[in-house]
Each structure stands twice: as C-alpha cells, then as structure tokens.
C-alpha cells in the first residue's frame, strides 16, 4: 500500500523513511566507491594524467534518455494499474446498484442479488490469485465467499482433453476470473428467466456492466504478469553502470582532494540507483511491497461497499465477508489523513456557502481569511470534546459561536443542537437569510460576552 504523506510539508517527504529507496540502494552505492578511490590513487601515480571529460558527454546523453524514457513507462504503468483498480471498483458497484434498483426490492430477488454480490467479490479475490500466483482457497472457504463444490470446480475438476494423447487437464488457473464471471453472468440471466428483471432492457444493462466489470480484468492481467524485455532492461542497466563506472575516471584529474571524488561519486551513484529503483518497484505495481497500489485494500474495499449498497437499498444489515483484514486502516491511517487534509490550502466554507467572491463585503478577501480558516476550523471542531472554546468572533470576524465550557463527550457531558453561525458575506438582495440559531440545551443560560459580535454561554 502506497505511503500516504502530506505534499505542502517538504522537509518531511524528504526525510521520509518508510517507503524510501535510499535504505536499498546505499549498499549499492558504496560498493563502486573503491573504483573512484583507484581513480584518485591513479592520478597521484601519474597513471592518469589526461582530462577524459569531454567524452563523457555522449554517454550521459545516452543515460538521460534511457533513464527518463523507462522511468516515465514505469510511472504509467504504476498510474494504469491504480486506474484499473479504481475501475473494477466502479464496475463492480455499478452492477450492484442496477441490479438493487431494477429488481424493486423484491424479496424473493433478495438471495439472488446476494449472490451476485458473492460472485464479484470472489471474481475480485481470483484476480487478486493469479496476479501474485497464489492458489490457497481454504481462508475464503470459511468466511464463506466460495463454495467447496466451487473450490472443486476451479482447482481439481477436469475440464478439456487433449485429441492427440488424451491428456486431461484442469481447468487453467489463469483464467478462474472468467469462470467466476460467467457464473454471475449464469446468475442474472436466471433472475431474467425467473421474472426478476421484468424488462430485457434491464438484464441488458446487467450484462453488459458485467460485461465491462470481465474486461477489466484482462487489463488488470497485462499489467499485473507482462515485464520490459529484457534485452531492454539489461541494456539501461549497463549503460547506468557504465557511466558510474567511467565516471571518477573521468574526472579526477579536474578534482582536488580525494574526499570531492568520493562525495561526488557517491552522489551520482545514490541519484542512479534511486531512479533505477524507483522504476523497478513501479513495473510491478500489483506486488506486496510498500510503494505498490492498494490491490487487497481495493478488494476489501469493493465487498464491503457492494454490502452497504445492498443493506441501505434492502433497509436491513447485510453481512460482509470480511477479507483480507490484515488490510484494515488503523486509527492512525485515519489521523493521517485528516493530518494530509488539514494541511492543504482550501476555500473558506463559509465563503463558498455564502456566495463569497474574490473579494467579499467590507473589505475582506480570501486570501486574507485563508490561513484563519484553518484555525477557525479546529475551534468548531473541538466542540464536544470538553475544551474550552475561545470565541470564533477573535478568528472570523462577525461570526458567532454557542459553546459550553468544560461540557461535551471528553468530559461526560451530553450537548446536543450547539453550532457555529458564521456571517453572511454575500451582497445580493437575493441572498437568503440567514438560518436561525438552533435551541439550546434548558441547563444553559445566555450571557453577553467580552467580545463584540459573540455570544457566551455559561452552565
């Protein structure tokens, strides 16, 4: 799963260490450090006395060209491969969503669409199979996603011969995906047959989401087992080393002291290595390491959206399977991201919401309010959390705020209907008024604060 990291905070995707390169190419890096070394023992012996700079430049022509064309080809494939995830999930939602909606919430449909719903998922976790060459069906066999009878036909179960020596095969593992599709696609035309899908236009519009759902797979499947030629990648490697190798050589005789070979050197060698790297773990994108794109995530994801897709159309709680739980976002998944969020530069809401242009009434613009918001937002936020709020009038000018000092859940208490009302901003006639003040709790009284344009409150 691809590290989640802030972009706005430089130093710290700088320093980064989880996810990094550097830790994996330093002991590369080093290991060509005694080859600059020999180049500057050579100088001092008179062994190389010449300046070979000057022939240096076709080759690191050469090595731009081939790093940048491979690098560039791996980070599309990387950007396919999570496109194509995102995909799948879409698909898979789409089928789901037609099928609740076409069927009427019919309760007789309702073990139908569950089933289709079993399908897509286990046709997801089949991908997921062959992508990385597993073939261990006992895990979703107890969560019950797949069958024993199923399990059969997709492992054991013969299904072709040859003509010429009679050789009988299983049915392909590489193809299971398909097999799983086309039992879904059996799975809707039998809701059809049934009276389920009253029209043909509407087990139309399954199939071919279905259809689309199938096709993803087999670019998922591209990306997932094909790699670069490898005279191809041999050849940049070789070019990469070369040029490493010819460097210090090069340029010796222009240095000063052996320390400048060896930092340069080391430099050079870390810059090369990183790049190689990096675009080593972006053409496999669908592997296990840190930096690939979330596949198991994405198919924990898919069964348990397509589950409360179904539950709120249903009205009732359907049960999810549960995959893949070692893939579960911990809390402090969730406090990144709100942290990533945090950071970003974002309109005012309450600029948006009022209608606030460029340049709002009395002379404040959004520029101005920008790096208020932020801070604005974390007071509103701290509301129920048993802090005590400071007045927002201090933050957005105008604006009024209910809040209870020393209440909330952090401290026990139980406040409910309390908001910020911000002001209104928007100079048109045809501005709606503003709402009014929502109740507040009978334990409350209502004081005139210090601050001009707010409201305290005390207990």
Not at 69 to 82: C, E, G, I
Not at 86 to 99: G, S
Not at 223 to 251: E, K, M, N
Request: aromatic fraction near 6%.
């Amino acid at each position: 799963m691809p590290v989640t990291y802030t972009p706005t905070h430089f130093w710290s995707v700088v320093f980064a260490r989880t996810g990094s390169a550097l830790p994996t190419v330093l002991p590369r890096s080093i290991l060509l450090l005694p080859l600059a070394a020999s180049a500057v023992l050579a100088v001092d012996e008179k062994l190389l006395v010449r300046d070979y700079s000057g022939g240096m430049n076709g080759l690191a022509t050469i090595v731009g060209l081939l790093t940048a064309f491979r690098l560039n080809d791996a980070y599309s494939k990387w950007n396919r491969a999570s496109e194509q995830l995102l995909l799948l999930h879409a698909k898979t939602r789409d089928v789901l969503a037609k099928l609740c909606a076409y069927t009427g919430q019919q309760p007789e449909a309702v073990p139908s669409i569950a089933n289709v719903r079993r399908l897509l998922v286990l046709a997801c976790v089949t991908i997921k199979m062959h992508i990385r060459g597993e073939s261990d069906f006992s895990e979703h066999v107890e969560c019950g996603l797949v069958t024993a009878d199923e399990v059969a036909a997709l492992t054991t179960s013969t299904c072709t011969k040859s003509v010429r020596d009679g050789k009988r095969d299983k049915f392909p593992s590489r193809n299971r995906p398909a097999l799983v599709f086309h039992w879904a696609h059996a799975a809707t035309s039998s809701m059809f047959r049934t009276g389920m899908l009253q029209t043909p236009n509407h087990h139309l519009a399954i199939e071919s989401a279905l259809t689309d759902t199938s096709a993803v797979f087999e670019e998922i499947e591209h990306l997932g087992v094909s790699v670069l030629p490898i005279a191809y990648a041999q050849l940049t490697r070789l070019v990469s080393l070369l040029f490493l190798v010819a460097f210090p050589f090069a340029y010796a005789t222009e240095m000063v002291t052996i320390w400048s070979v060896l930092s340069i050197s080391l430099i050079i060698n870390v810059l090369f290595f990183t790049i190689d790297e990096c675009a080593s773990q972006m053409e496999t994108p669908f592997g296990m390491g840190i930096n690939d794109v979330e596949l198991t995530k994405t198919i924990r994801r898919i069964d348990k959206h397509t589950a409360a897709l179904l539950g709120a159309s249903l009205g009732q709680v359907v049960d999810n399977y549960d995959i893949f739980p070692e893939t579960r976002r911990t809390q402090d998944h969730h406090d990144d991201a709100r942290r990533m969020r945090a950071s970003l530069e974002r309109v005012p809401t309450y600029a948006r919401l009022n209608g606030t242009g460029p340049k709002g009434d009395g002379g404040i613009t959004l520029n101005s309010v920008a790096t208020k918001v932020r801070r604005a937002s974390a007071v509103i936020s701290t509301i129920g959390r048993g802090s005590n709020i400071e007045p927002i009038a201090e933050v957005v000018p105008g604006a009024k705020r209910c809040a209870v000092e020393g209440g909330g859940r952090g401290s026990g208490g139980d406040v409910e209907d309390v908001m910020v009302e911000l002001p209104c901003r928007c100079s048109s006639d045809a501005c709606a008024p503003r709402p009014p003040m929502a109740p507040l709790p009978d334990d409350i009284e209502v004081k005139e604060g210090s601050h001009e344009g707010s409201v305290g409150l005390q207990t």
